[in-house]
């Protein structure tokens, strides 16, 4: 398994961008599936987006068209583009490789605040 480490959190006023990293400790060829999940205080952690190591990308409907996943592999690295942010977007992301055992690894969270 790989250790994850999320970056590029932080606030932002509505309609703004952010984009956020999710560098992991070794190779994610062991992760044939990859995602990021959020969790507001109160609620239901649930799935943003994920892709497989084919490239294949699902995203949530409250989503769709505004953040864009993906994966290098050379940087062992996937990212979490998001546009048009919206305040409803405030929660910890967290991002998951998922390897071809189904075990997954978790990152720590970033902390991601859209102010109206």
């Known amino acids: 398994q790989v250790q994850l480490v999320e970056s590029g959190g932080g606030l932002v006023q509505a309609g703004g961008s952010l984009r956020l990293s999710c560098a992991a400790s070794g190779s994610i060829f062991i992760c044939n599936a990859m995602g990021w999940y959020r969790q507001a205080p109160g609620k239901q952690r649930e799935l943003v987006a994920d892709i497989t190591s084919g490239g294949n990308t699902n995203y949530a409907d409250s989503v769709k068209g505004r953040f864009t996943i993906s994966r290098d592999n050379a940087k062992n690295t996937m990212y979490l583009q998001m546009n048009s942010l919206k305040p409803e977007d405030t929660s910890v992301y967290y991002c998951?490789?998922?390897?071809?055992?189904?075990?997954?690894?978790w990152g720590q969270g970033t902390q991601v605040t859209v102010s109206s």
């Open positions: 998951y490789c998922q390897n071809w055992d189904s075990r997954r690894s």
